[in-house]
């Protein structure tokens, strides 16, 4: 259930780069002040899904719905001003600037909130930042960064804030500090969209979640439907469901791994005999304290809208039998025939004509 009036709408949305289709079903919804999750392995559209939110990449098909206007092929600065703030991946700080200029840089208050976001709050938010204002934007850590990047989006006043990959490749202590600002910014009503792969907190922070598989929306539900099960409990699941499984014991605690293959086996016969749909692990951790036992988890999500057509599956075969036969063409030394040049004859280019002649030559 959407908390407050619809923020962000996105339905049946479709998107690609040149000839390749990317997204083909895209369906999600942000309330005001909800924290909402866009989760699913990499490759599978996130990003691409932010790019057409933002208009960076213009969608082919769908609608997409903003503060009550339809912004679908709108310019990015236009829907900017609209009241989207975007943090995105890898940051894409403005490096010779200093760290206060990079923050005035994009701060407006076009929509004339009450309380605007100025440069105190985002250092109160940032403690580290005003250390280091007049540094420039290249020296400093990644997680720094990271922090300049949502208080420059946090500048702008958003209505809605959009951060791509907003832990990827920082440090756990960083990390829990990206994180203390998120519920912060959420405890203020701040409506924000998230894409991230750290679904234990996002669990307890997220209002509701849409997992992405090969450019379709193929779950949504809140946090307590993705509740861990303990094992050895119904393993029955429908289509487009995303469970989470529990494994404890010394077995975990000496091979992860090992424990986790038998763990999914078990699943997949269980999930045989009960005629359910195949399923996809999304992420896996553990954690092997001293002394053992340890718990090992392990996201899946079942999804019967993602299954390759027949089609896809011929044509995979095909360019995989294609690529077999060159290959084994070049292992045998077979080079494709030169075309004949003018005169009738296969051309061997300049230089081999030179050392030809030369070789040619009879000595005098």
């Known amino acids: 259930m959407l908390r407050g009036h619809l923020m962000l709408r996105v339905d049946g ?14 369906r999600l919804a942000v309330g005001q002040g909800e924290l909402v999750t866009l989760l699913g392995r990499n490759g599978m559209g996130k990003t691409t899904t932010i790019r057409c939110i933002m208009g960076l990449t213009p969608p082919r098909h769908g609608t997409v719905e903003f503060a009550g206007a339809s912004v679908a092929g709108w310019l990015p600065e236009a829907i900017a001003r609209r009241g989207i703030g975007l943090v995105p991946e890898g940051r894409q700080i403005f490096p010779l600037l200093t760290v206060e200029e990079n923050l005035v840089a994009t701060a407006a208050n076009r929509l004339a909130h009450a309380e605007p976001w100025m440069l105190a709050d985002v250092y109160r938010l940032f403690p580290r930042l005003q250390e280091r204002r007049n540094q420039y934007a290249r020296t400093l850590s990644g997680g720094e960064q990271q922090m300049l990047a949502i208080g420059r989006a946090l500048m702008t006043n958003p209505l809605l804030l959009v951060l791509d990959e907003a832990t990827e490749g920082l440090a756990p202590v960083i990390r829990g500090e990206i994180w203390d600002c998120i519920a912060l910014l959420k405890s203020r009503g701040q409506s924000i969209l998230i894409v991230d792969k750290n679904l234990q907190v996002l669990k307890r922070l997220a209002d509701r979640h849409y997992v992405i598989e090969k450019g379709r929306t193929v779950w949504s539900g809140t946090s307590a439907d993705m509740d861990p099960r303990p094992r050895g409990g119904a393993f029955a699941m429908s289509d487009s469901e995303i469970k989470e499984i529990e494994i404890a014991g010394q077995s975990a605690a000496a091979e992860p791994r090992l424990a986790l293959r038998e763990a999914l086996t078990e699943l997949a016969a269980n999930l ?93």
């Open 13 to 26: 949305l479709r998107a690609s780069y040149g000839r390749s289709q990317i997204l083909f079903d895209i």
């Open 272 to 364: 045989a005999a009960a005629g359910g749909a195949p399923f996809h692990m999304i992420s896996m951790s553990w954690t092997t304290p001293d002394p053992p036992p340890s718990t090992l988890r392990c996201t899946i999500s079942t999804s019967a809208i993602a299954r390759p057509s027949a089609a896809s599956v011929r044509r995979s075969r095909w360019c995989d039998r294609r690529r077999g036969r060159s290959w084994l063409r070049r292992a045998r030394g077979f080079r494709r025939p030169r075309p004949p040049s003018r005169c009738g004859t296969p051309c061997r280019g300049p230089s081999s004509r030179g050392n030809t002649a030369r070789a040619d030559r009879s000595p005098t």
